[in-house]
Every structure is written in structure tokens, then in C-alpha cells.
């Protein structure tokens, strides 16, 4: 259904130029959505596969250590597509005083964007209720320090920003005036709280974020805080025991189609297609998901039987192995202060899970050692290839 643009150009002040901001209606779109046969089947599928992937993580060894990595994933991902080049290597040495291999700038950015998220979970786990409070709690999280700090975190925006471009004149896309944007905030958060009635999860997850990302109210940030919402939104409408649903994957693979699609809602009123591609960025991620628990458990069950093996000695090794799960790129201290064995037994039972051929050394050093649980850093590693190039 075309409804044509969902919203309207209004003039705004620049110097020496014609420049108009959009200004969206307020959601539910008008009229409303059309669920046809195609749109209902994407969301039905959408639904089962998130279902599965629910159930799957709750078979994980375990789940808690597992989580720690795809949280960090997510994050990686997400800050990848707005054109950071940390990769999830780079974050875990980093957390471990290490220096990564790309400019510290861009990892201390995906670091701040675990600590949004992680923060996000915590309020909404106290009953705090998704809000603009707490939406511009993480956003002020999300830009403590280095890049963007600048820009004032945890406030709205109190001047004009702009996507693409040098200036609004010849910019992608200009976000409504800055004096409107609480008003159109409010209007957001209403319809969060089904104040004109109930949606379900994933449609008012995909409208959410739309509508979230053309009202851009923050100066920076608003595409990472756009997509960490959406995990925040479904763990809030209880369909998410746990955020593992990584969507960010999906856009960064499709992210010429995602910036499309999103603008395509402005400019045609096209919400139908924004949401069957939401939709299947969900069927598709929640699938991939399913896959990844699935080898990370046959991995972890595998390995720990070859460690259980060899008999008495295998104790602290299980112990070792436990942590790896969650942290599959760490050090000695971090190892013995985890475990609480001593430094020594962590260093030997380290050279024993090398002797078997489930971790490495990547140093070289014999100071100082990093290990890597190979395998199971290879395979949450998937994906998360440096992007090429920024788009806007």
C-alpha cells in the first residue's frame, strides 16, 4: 500500500540556503497496516523462528557465559555499520587491558555500546518502564566517552543534525526541527505504550525503530541507540527471555537495502516493505542464532568429554573450559581470578587444554599470555568481517 509521504517538509534556518526538515506523523500509520497473506506468513515465520531460538538458548551449558558473548556481538555488528573497525577480538582484549588491533577510538565505541545495552536490561529487569527517561539514560551510557561525548549524551538534541552529506543543504535526510523533537518523542513513546491500542511485538518493534531513526533526536548515536532499542522492545514485550537475537547482522549484510527501505517509509508512506524486511531479518537471524547454540553446545558437550577423559587431572581444567565458554580470549590473571585457582595452576592447566588442541597462545610471549579458545571464538566471530565502507 502507498500512502505517500508519511509526514511533512518544513522549512528550517540555515545560512544561505532552502532547506527543509521532515517532520513524521506520529505512528499507528494512517491507514493502517495491510497484513496481506505474504506479510502475515513473514510475521508467523518471524515469530517461530524467535520461538526456537528462546528455547535453544535455554539448552545452552551455559547461558549466562554464552550471553556475555552475543550481547558483545551485537554490539560489534551494529557499531560496524556506522563505519567503526573493531572486530570481536578487538573488544575482548581490550576488556582484558589489551591492546586491540585497530585505533582504540573505535573499540572504546562498541565497549560503550555493551554498557548501554547491558544497562538498558538491567532498568527494564527492576520493572523500570521503557521510556524517554530511560531511552536517554543509555544514550547518555552510550556516548560517556571518546567519540561523541561531545555531543551532549543522555539529552535531546537542541540543534539541527543531518544524515549523509557536508551540510543539511545537500544532506540524505533532515531529521525534524530540533524544537519538535520532544513533541514527536512523546507521540513515540505513546505509541510504545499501546496508548492507541496493541500491536503486536515484532510490528511495533520494526514501526518503532522506523519511526525512531526519522525522528533522530539525539546529535549522535541515534543509529546504534536505534538498533540496541529493538532488542530493549522485545524484551520488554516478553518474547525475548534473553538478548540473543542479533539483528545487526542482517542489516550490516543488507545495509544499502536497510537505509532503502527506511526512507522509502518517509518519502512513500511504504511501511509494508519495511516491515517484511524486518520480519525476515528476524526469521533469518533468529535461524542463524539457532545454528550457533546449537554448535557452541555440541562444542562445548564435545570438548568436555574429551577433558573429563583424562581423568583426576580434569577438574580444573572443566573449570578453565567453563570460562572459556564465555570469555574464549583471556589471559592467566583473568583466568585465576575467575576461577580462584592459583596463577601457576591456571598456566599448566592452560598448556594441557593446548596439549589437546582446544586452545592456543597468540602472543608468543612468555609474559603476558593471551589464549584463545579457537573453535569457539570462530564461530561467534561469523559475520563480523570490517565493512568496507561507511554509508550514510
Known amino acids: 500500500m502507498r500512502r505517500g509521504r508519511t509526514g511533512q517538509y518544513i522549512p528550517i534556518s540555515t ?8 517532520l513524521p506523523l506520529p505512528l499507528p500509520p494512517k491507514p493502517a497496516l495491510k497484513m496481506d497473506p505474504g506479510l502475515q506468513e513473514a510475521n508467523d515465520y518471524a515469530f517461530h523462528s524467535l520461538g526456537k531460538l528462546d528455547s535453544a538458548s535455554s539448552f545452552l551449558p551455559a547461558t549466562s557465559l554464552f550471553l556475555y558473548q552475543y550481547i558483545r556481538k551485537e554490539a560489534v555488528l551494529s557499531s560496524q555499520i556506522e563505519g567503526t573497525q573493531s572486530s570481536l577480538s578487538d573488544l575482548l582484549l581490550f576488556e582484558l587491558d589489551n591492546l586491540p588491533g585497530v585505533p582504540l577510538e573505535d573499540v572504546t565505541e562498541v565497549a560503550h555500546y555493551v554498557a548501554a545495552l547491558e544497562h538498558g536490561l538491567r532498568r527494564l529487569r527492576e520493572g523500570f518502564p521503557l521510556s524517554l527517561r530511560l531511552i536517554k539514560e543509555i544514550h547518555g551510557v552510550l556516548l560517556r566517552g571518546g567519540r561523541g561525548s561531545d555531543k551532549t549524551p543522555g539529552e535531546f538534541r537542541r540543534s539541527q543534525n543531518w544524515i549523509g552529506g557536508t551540510r543539511p543543504g545537500n544532506a540524505f535526510y533532515v531529521p525534524p526541527p530540533p524544537g519538535l523533537v520532544i513533541e514527536c518523542m512523546g507521540a513515540l513513546e ?14 511495533k518493534a520494526a514501526l518503532f525503530h522506523a519511526q525512531f531513526e526519522t525522528i533522530h533526536p539525539f546529535l549522535d548515536g541515534n543509529g546504534r541507540l536505534g538498533r540496541l532499542l529493538i532488542t530493549l522492545v522485545l524484551v520488554h514485550e516478553a518474547i525475548m527471555t534473553e538478548p540473543i537475537l542479533y539483528l545487526s547482522l542482517y542489516f550490516k549484510k543488507h545495509r544499502q537495502k536497510y537505509y532503502e527501505h527506511l526512507q522509502r ?5 511504504d511501511w509494508e516493505s519495511w516491515l517484511l524486511f524486518f520480519l525476515k531479518a528476524v526469521r533469518t537471524t533468529a535461524d542463524q542464532g539457532v545454528d550457533t547454540a546449537n554448535r557452541l553446545n555440541q562444542l562445548a558437550q564435545g570438548d568436555r568429554e574429551r577433558i573429563k577423559g583424562l581423568g583426576r587431572i580434569s577438574g580444573s581444567m572443566l573449570q578453565i573450559h567453563h570460562e572459556l565458554l564465555s570469555r574464549p580470549l583471556a589471559s592467566i590473571p583473568f583466568l585465576a581470578e575467575k576461577t580462584k585457582l592459583v596463577p601457576n595452576t591456571v598456566a599448566k592447566t592452560l598448556n594441557a587444554l593446548k596439549a589437546l588442541g582446544l586452545v592456543k597462545e597468540i602472543t ?12 569457539c571464538l570462530e564461530i561467534m566471530n561469523e559475520g563480523t568481517e570490517i565493512l568496507a565502507k561507511k554509508e550514510p
Open 15 to 22: 545560512i544561505e540556503e532552502s532547506v527543509k526538515a521532515f
Open 364 to 375: 608468543g610471549r612468555s609474559r603476558n599470555r593471551i589464549f584463545v579458545y579457537t573453535q
Open 190 to 203: 505513546l505509541f510504545l505504550h499501546d496508548h492507541f491500542g496493541k500491536f503486536n511485538p515484532l510490528v
Open 265 to 269: 517509509v518517509r518519502t512513500e508512506g
